[in-house]
């Protein structure tokens, strides 16, 4: 075992991916009584970050 504070190989990925998702206001705060729609929310978000950096040109 290590002492002390040890980075995490992949968190940073997880904490940016994150960081993305709570742009959406709809996702910032926890609005939703069912945890089906707040995954489906969770979802349109995702896909909205996917086709921005699809269509973004080179």
Do not use: H, Y
Not at 16 to 22: A, E, M, P, V
Not at 33 to 55: E, Y
């Amino acid at each position: 075992a290590a002492n002390g504070f040890v980075v995490l190989p992949k968190r940073w990925i997880v904490e940016r991916t994150i960081g993305w998702l709570n742009r959406c206001r709809r996702l910032a705060k926890d609005w939703e009584n069912l945890n089906r729609k707040a995954l489906a929310f969770l979802r349109l978000a995702s896909i909205r970050l996917m086709v921005r950096r699809l269509c973004q040109p080179a």
